[in-house]
């Protein structure tokens, strides 16, 4: 197997451990945990896989085409830079605290593995589907990688299963049921080189998981695993 380059310690990485550590490790519960360092030693090459990042990155293409099926999955767990790692660890670490201890940890997980797959599907039909549509091959072609996805289903699940109430984003105060729509828009206009389908990608897995039959399916499917119930709180709405 070919090393992987080991990176050292970059702002981002030392930012994150710094931000884990005023929370306290003990504070964060184990999938989440597990989760956030695994990324961490992935990016610093700590873990060795035979890929570089960039070579596992999601597309329409590369699963369509070349079925290259392993990326529906670890391309979630790549990141582009220790910036990209922080934001997206520092989000999921907010979110994977409220929705671990609602859930339980073992759900937790196996539900982690499985919006991270739905959310690597949603993408490529996405990519397939604009292609045909707007006859442009970039969206076939367009190659992600990042947690970006992922986190923005849980923040569906998130603002699903809370009270109605306001989130502060950026410079408004939002509806809770909103946030993720407007953190949407405002991400795409204030870092335009963010992957839009994916985290638009991430909004539809959560929204399949929290209003239709396969989210039911799921839960089911978890629940014949584990052998405890997944309870929701969605009558809120």
């Known amino acids: 197997m070919q090393r992987r380059r080991?990176?050292?310690?970059?702002?981002?990485?030392?930012?994150?451990?710094?931000?884990?550590?005023?929370?306290?490790?003990?504070q964060i519960p184990t999938v989440t945990l597990c989760t956030i360092v695994g990324?961490?030693?992935?990016?610093?090459?700590?873990?060795q896989v035979p890929w570089e990042k960039w070579e596992i990155c999601i597309s329409a293409e590369t699963i369509?085409?070349?079925?290259?099926?392993?990326?529906?999955?670890?391309?979630?767990?790549?990141?582009g830079d220790d910036m990209h790692l922080y934001y997206n660890m520092i989000s999921f670490m907010v979110k994977g605290r409220s929705l671990e201890r609602r859930y339980g940890s073992t759900n937790f997980g196996f539900l982690l593995l499985m919006i991270s797959v739905l959310t690597s599907v949603i993408y490529v039909g996405l990519?397939?589907?604009?292609?045909?549509?707007?006859?442009?091959?970039?969206?076939?072609?367009?190659?992600?990688?990042?947690?970006?996805g992922v986190i923005f289903a849980l923040k569906v699940l998130t603002s699903y299963e809370t009270p109605p109430g306001r989130e502060f984003i950026g410079f408004l105060w939002v509806p809770t049921r909103y946030a993720a729509w407007f953190e949407l828009i405002l991400i795409h206009l204030l870092v335009p080189?963010?992957?839009?389908?994916?985290?638009?990608?991430?909004?539809?897995?959560g929204l399949?998981?929290?209003s239709t039959p396969i989210g039911s399916i799921m839960d089911g499917f978890i629940s014949s695993?584990?052998?405890?119930?997944?309870?929701?709180?969605?009558?809120?709405?």
Do not use: W
Request: a positive charge.
């Open 225 to 237: 695993l584990t052998g405890e119930p997944i309870i929701h709180y969605r009558n809120y709405y």
């Open 193 to 205: 080189n963010t992957s839009f389908i994916g985290h638009f990608a991430g909004i539809l897995a």
């Open 64 to 79: 369509l085409k070349h079925r290259d099926y392993k990326r529906l999955f670890f391309s979630t767990f790549e990141h």
């Open 208 to 210: 399949i998981y929290i």
């Open 127 to 148: 990519g397939y589907t604009l292609t045909e549509v707007l006859h442009n091959s970039y969206y076939m072609r367009s190659c992600a990688i990042g947690f970006s």
């Open 39 to 47: 990324q961490v030693l992935l990016y610093l090459g700590i873990i």
């Open 6 to 26: 080991n990176r050292g310690l970059e702002l981002g990485v030392v930012l994150l451990l710094s931000e884990m550590m005023n929370v306290g490790f003990r």
